[in-house]
């Protein structure tokens, strides 16, 4: 079986996807319990018009499809930011088993900046959480991202 950094690394090249679109660079892989990649999602909530098209969403809806159910039992779903609220509510109601993001997100991240969503004790699904899988890469492109936007 391939290693966490395989996997967050096709989660960056979605990423990149994003990027090259012009949306927020964050992107998504689901990997199922024999390695196999069934979802990818990168962000794309402007070219969509949908709020709800942030990259965990978009893996998530195409991992459930590709399954044919929508509880994701024995995935884990690679992303390169930190899930914000709506994500992580999504995370645990597909019954991902492990989570594993890149870059923290301070200003709406649910997993350490901001709260811990996942390691509350009225939820009836545990997630194991998972921080910093190939965090430079991920970093470079968002502030990469950023600094574009604000040369315009």
């Keep these: 079986m391939r290693g966490d950094e395989f996997y967050m690394h096709r989660a960056l090249e979605q990423a990149r996807l994003a990027f090259e679109a012009g949306e927020v660079p964050v992107g998504a892989v689901v990997v199922d319990a024999e390695g196999e990649i069934v979802g990818c999602g990168h962000n794309a909530p402007v070219s969509e018009c949908d709020p709800t098209a942030h990259a965990e969403v978009r893996a998530l809806r195409a991992a459930a499809l590709a399954v044919g159910n929508y509880r994701l039992g024995g995935c884990t779903l690679f992303v390169t930011v930190e899930p914000c609220l709506m994500c992580t509510g999504a995370i645990i109601h597909a019954r991902i088993a492990r989570l594993v993001y890149a870059a923290a997100e301070p200003g709406a991240g649910m997993a350490e900046s901001r709260a811990n969503l996942f390691a509350q004790p009225w939820f009836n699904h545990r997630v194991e959480v998972v921080a ?17 936007r604000r040369e315009v």
């Design 132 to 148: 910093g899988v190939l965090v430079t890469p991920a970093r470079r492109l968002m502030k990469a991202f950023f600094s574009q």
